[in-house]
């Protein structure tokens, strides 16, 4: 991941993003205390789609994260002590300027992170979705009033703000990860310091810049980049840090969560997921077609509730995969920067490898390719269909993050939840059928934390998104969200009744 790391690289004539209205937004030092911060030590960051290099950023450590921590401890008496409103305001504008920048922000991510154009503009509006969300919630932090349980006894439950919050962000969604984390900290008077995925800084730090120039204050958002391990090692044991939100990897999410209670700080993990999409005989073909392509294909087939497993019923399954198949094997692969494409390519080498390992082993064991299995240059890889993938195939076990559908068929329903459910993983499931009674039935026994009933597209600001078992633990988006940043407190007061 450091192979581009490059001490005093000279930067200046590499390729950039281009038609950018303001070149401005690509920013190439770290936001620490709303001061811009620079090193001599310096991260590439590549265009998967071609490997130039699109900008760099400070390789920043230990010690300018504890600088960090200590400017959002300093901000956040200040940014807790305005009204509900008042951190409102300044979200909404926030917000309001990633909107008005909606097209800027989408090539940056698209020249970092490769994903399609289109896709990287709905992004865009999907995370200033959740800082607007937050403005309005910020008004709406209550706590309660308890009945007594004695005549001189008054009961009050505050709602606090958890303290400063540390943030550890990946690459697949370089804006709407960060915004679905720091719209409820900043709503309700957290100060955060978030590391973004050193393979896509530059969409983290363009959003600092318009916090900066939203009026968020000096220290309350700060964006630190660099190595992972350093930097993670100050935000999971310094004691200052009251809260730790992570969306990643699960076996990094464990790793850091168990650090975390050294300090017993707050957690929320976001992590990975093995998605199933169960089809049964009586679905809408055309439905479940359109929904497999938005949850399997979307970004590359590269998002942790992406279906990981496709279960069809034997009735529809011949012509389910051979309408999917139809269907991305029309797919245009393409550079985003450079015109208008359905896939781009993966994020980096292990990515494809991973692919090509879930199609070997499922091939290995009897599956067929329908469609795709092979290299499309570069970091492309073809969208491939297989059939008669075995239950307990690879690509059924681990979550392949790559444009692979994998479908084994089943007879049953209960033969469909028992393979559904046999996972650790628990974020999303995905339906299809016209039996409501079934639809109910299949809601209740998914062992996950969403299901989507005859659609492939879950995710909206206003909903919860996360998962059970290994998957994770919070929330993120709607009410739910703010309770990950608050923490309860008990006022019991003792008054003379005369
Ligand atoms: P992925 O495999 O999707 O890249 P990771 O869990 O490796 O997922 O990365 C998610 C985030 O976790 C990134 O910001 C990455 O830099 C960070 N990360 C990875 N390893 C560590 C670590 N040892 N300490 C702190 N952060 C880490």
Redesign the pocket.
Known sequence: ?FQDMGVGVNVRNVSRIPGLQRADLVRSEAFIGGAWVGAESRILVDNPADGSVVGDVPNLGAAEAMDAVTAARDAMPGWQGLTGKARGEVLRRWSQLMLAHAEDLARIMTGEQGKPLTEARGEVAYAAGFLEWFAEEARRVNGHVLTPHAADKRLTVLRRPVGVVAA?????FPLAMITRKAGPALAVGCAMVL?????TPLSALALAKLAEEAGVPPGVFNVITGE??P???V??GDPRVRKFT????????K??AARCMATVKRVSLELGGNAPFIVFDDADIEAAVDGAVASKFRNTGQTCVCANRFFVQTGIHDRFAAALAERVGGFRLGSGLTGEFDQGPL?DARAVAKVRAHIADAVEAGARILTGGQSAGGLFFEPTVLVDVKPDALVNREET?GPLAAITRFETESEAVRMANDTSAGLAAYVFTKDMSRSVRLSEALECGMVGLNTGLISTEIAPFGGIKESGMGREGSRYGLEDYLDLKLVCAEIDLE
């Open positions: 991941m550890i962000t990946p690459w697949n590391k973004p995925s050193e393979l992972a391990a930097i993670g090692e935000l999971t992570f969306t990643g990897s699960t076996a990094v999410g790793m850091l994020i993050f």
